[in-house]
Nanobody, 124 residues
Framework: QVQLVESGGGLVQAGGSLTLSCAAS????????MGWFRQAPGKERDFVAA????????YYADSVRGRFTVSRDNAKNTVYLQMNSLKPEDTAVYYC?????????????????WGQGTQVTVSS
């Protein structure tokens, strides 16, 4: 069992930056690939970014590549999502998730543990 708690969301103007954090407790953190997903109002939850167990591999959705950076600190059991050049279309609830699979994937079904989410609102 892994418990995940996101923080760092809030209201920011377009062009601004936010850093989300996801603190994990329970099982050994570096046993898990970690992902970030988001769900905008009235839309399905979508993949944002993922990072492998030791951070050697990262993956991004096309919509955020070059603006967002995913990282992790295994000593602190925490994964981060640095978000720069934010746009109103980035407004969503952001979720972190943990996957024990072999690869840090893009599919939600690969992730067995989810946080409660944190709201990010980008004003124009």
């Amino acid at each position: 069992q892994v418990q995940l708690v996101e923080s760092g969301g809030g209201l920011v103007q377009a062009g601004g930056s936010l850093t989300l954090s996801c603190a994990a407790s329970g099982r050994t953190f570096n046993n898990y690939n970690m992902g970030w997903f988001r769900q905008a109002p009235g839309k399905e939850r979508d993949f944002v970014a993922a990072i492998s167990r030791y951070g050697g591999n990262t993956y991004y959705a096309d919509s955020v590549r070059g603006r967002f950076t995913v990282s992790r600190d295994n000593a602190k059991n925490t994964v981060y999502l640095q978000m720069n050049s934010l746009k109103p279309e980035d407004t969503a609830v952001y979720y972190c998730a943990a996957s024990p699979g072999a690869v840090a994937g893009r599919r939600q079904t690969e992730y067995g543990y989810w946080g409660q989410g944190t709201q990010v609102t980008v004003s124009s």
